[in-house]
Nanobody, 124 residues
Framework: QVQLVESGGGLVQAGGSLRLSCAAS????????MAWFRQAPGKEREFVGG????????NVADSVLGRFTISKDNAKNTLYLQMNSLKPDDTAAYYC?????????????????WGQGTQVTVSS
């Protein structure tokens, strides 16, 4: 099993920045890819971006390209999401996910482990 714990969410004004963290523990050697998803009230869970755990190759959604950056620290088993130029439309619960297989999937069902989520609220 792998446990994922997100942190770093909060309230920020439009144009501001936040950095989310996701600490992984347990059988982390089984992780091949990790990703961030988000879900706003009444909407489906949406892929934000992902990263291959060994190579660091990243893939981000068009909606956040140029504003959000995904990175990792293998030594700390931690995934990050740097969010800049935040917009009210970015308001959502953000979830960290881990997969035991490649490639970087953009569908929730492709991921085996999930964190509890952290709320990001962007005010206008």
């Amino acid at each position: 099993q792998v446990q994922l714990v997100e942190s770093g969410g909060g309230l920020v004004q439009a144009g501001g920045s936040l950095r989310l963290s996701c600490a992984a523990s347990g059988r982390t050697f089984s992780i091949y890819a990790m990703a961030w998803f988000r879900q706003a009230p009444g909407k489906e869970r949406e892929f934000v971006g992902g990263i291959r755990w060994s190579s660091g190759f990243t893939n981000v959604a068009d909606s956040v390209l140029g504003r959000f950056t995904i990175s990792k620290d293998n030594a700390k088993n931690t995934l990050y999401l740097q969010m800049n130029s935040l917009k009210p439309d970015d308001t959502a619960a953000y979830y960290c996910a881990a997969s035991k297989s490649l490639p970087i999937g953009n569908r929730p069902r492709q991921y085996d482990y999930w964190g509890q989520g952290t709320q990001v609220t962007v005010s206008s």
